[in-house]
């Protein structure tokens, strides 16, 4: 699979590192009503989806930036490549 | 039929016309007591267990593609039960008793072949390590022998001892352990349970369930709607899809695991020798071919196939270890789906849904369990409690903290 980095171009994905589904971005608040079974969801709980699913990679032999890949996990085709920065920073995080 | 070297001579005498299929293909009853969706190893082991265990006949094994079309038929065919953890390793030594029967009581030749598996250990604190996981395997019943250098030597002396990066300090070798022609498992389970009434239904995938006030009553399918009084869902690779249908999201991911074979060889490799430091695991085929893989390529698919970059690092892994193979070819390389759970052990459980049972989340680790598997998910559906070998293996043990992780590395399915 090429993941054309947004700043790089398109790196092999030999050159990165695989975290998981993209919704890892929005920890839940821990101060929150129910912070124990958001937690547990969030930790271990999976959409797992077969088709368009979004997920972190993170560029661990290169700029080591966090990138958020859309991709189809039934064919690897690879439909849109974000910084993970920007997606953060769209859901309000990081003020 | 009863298999026997005598009906083989006297079929081999009068033209082989006297072998009859060995399974019906029954058309769908509009209801059964249990149905098992998912026809794969489990999925007939668990029909296989409920008939001669349990008694319940009146049962139907549904599989979307042919029989044993999945990950029964792509693993390297490996048995062991050299696990650590209270939660898991009385239940594959369960597994490995079962294999060791299996034969006799399939009347079925699996060609259970019980030639070792080696643990190789490259430093002191691995060392420590196998030391520790081998008494916790004797202590469950299992059998484990610490293997030091010049043992090891003398069974494989084939190894790159002196590699630079891991030099090979001993093994911890389980005799016990082996390899399974993985097919004929399959076979020979359809076989017993079809003698014994149950359906083995073809070409038939579930679409959904028919769940009302919480209670599952049957399942939807391409051929028609089936009733049920209980429904056991053996689909590992695909859990989260199947059991999606059913409303529920699990603590799994689906990642795929390659494996490779070389053309045939001659008999070079004593038994199964895995190198986890270099991610590259190796047994020889009866026909003589090197069967090898390492670890999944580490990111959501459903493609059953892999990516070129892990085949390589399996190579490497591969020629570090043994560098005699360097001029074998590899004829085939191969993908599975697996279940990677979020603590890298199984779950064979009930679920929040009344009749609906789940055997999923087997990693890359479930052909070894598939008669335990099916035991265990057989006893569970039959009796409505779980086997004592079973029991840590729930679903919700995320939530109540009860993790069974082997390797320590937390909730990050693709590190198990």
């Given amino acids: 699979m090429i993941i054309d980095h947004p700043l790089l171009g398109p790196r092999d994905a030999a050159e990165f590192v695989y975290l998981g589904d993209a919704r890892l971005i929005d920890r839940p608040d821990w101060q929150g009503e129910d912070a124990a079974r958001q937690f547990h969801d969030y930790l271990h709980v999976r959409d797992n989806p077969a088709g368009e699913h979004r997920e972190l990679w993170f560029h661990e032999h290169g700029d080591r930036s966090w990138l958020v890949v859309t991709r189809n996990t039934l064919t690897h085709e690879i439909i849109r490549v974000e910084l993970a920065r920007d997606v953060a920073l769209s859901l309000g995080r990081s003020r | ?416």
């Fill in chain 2, 1 to 416: 039929m009863r298999y026997s070297a005598l009906q083989v001579l006297k079929e081999g005498l009068t033209g082989n016309r006297g072998w009859k299929p060995v399974w019906r293909e029954p058309d769908p009853k509009p209801h059964y007591d249990v149905v098992v969706v998912g026809g794969g190893g489990h999925g007939i082991a668990t029909a296989y267990y409920l008939a001669t265990v349990h008694g319940l006949t009146d049962v139907a094994v549904l599989e979307k593609s042919w029989l044993g079309s999945g990950n029964v038929g792509r693993n390297t065919t490996i048995i062991r039960s050299n696990y650590m953890l209270p939660g898991n390793e009385p239940f594959y030594e369960l597994s490995m008793q079962l294999w060791e029967g299996l034969e006799q009581e399939l009347n079925y030749n699996a060609m259970v072949s019980q030639r070792g598996i080696i643990n190789l250990y490259h430093t002191d604190p691995q060392r420590d390590a196998a030391v520790r996981r081998g008494n916790a395997m004797l202590l469950a019943g299992a059998d484990a022998v610490l293997l030091d250098r010049a043992a090891l030597q003398r069974k494989c002396p084939f190894l790159d001892f002196d590699n630079e990066r891991f030099p090979i300090k001993g093994g911890l070798w389980q005799p016990r352990g082996g390899t399974v022609r993985h097919d004929a498992v399959v076979w020979g389970y359809a076989r017993g349970a079809d003698r014994r009434g149950v359906d083995v239904i073809q070409n038939c995938e579930v679409t959904g369930f028919d769940i009302r006030n919480g209670v599952c009553r049957g399942v939807e399918t391409v051929r028609g709607t089936i009733g049920a009084n209980k429904v056991a869902v053996c689909v590992a690779g695909s859990s989260s899809q199947v059991m999606g249908l059913a409303g529920l999201r699990l603590p799994i991911e689906s990642h795929v695991l390659q494996a490779c074979v070389t053309e045939g060889l001659k008999p070079a490799i004593p038994g199964v020798i895995t190198f986890g430091a270099g991610h590259f695991y190796v047994s020889q085929s009866d026909k003589g071919g090197l069967v090898f893989g390492g670890d999944i390529d580490g990111y959501n698919t459903y493609a059953q196939r892999g990516n070129l970059p892990t085949v390589e690092d399996v190579c490497e892994g591969g020629m570090a270890l043994m560098p005699m193979i360097g001029r074998a070819r590899v004829l085939r390389m191969w993908g599975g789906v697996v279940d990677m759970s979020m603590d890298g052990s199984p779950f064979i459980d009930r679920t929040p849904v009344t009749g609906l049972y789940f055997s999923g989340g087997w990693c890359y680790g479930g052909f070894k369990a598939t008669p335990a598997g099916g035991y265990c998910l057989a006893h569970l559906v039959a009796t409505g409690t779980s086997h004592p070998v079973a029991a840590a293996m729930r679903l919700d043990r995320f939530a109540a903290g009860a993790m069974i992780d082997e390797k320590g590395m937390g909730a990050q399915a693709n590190l198990h």
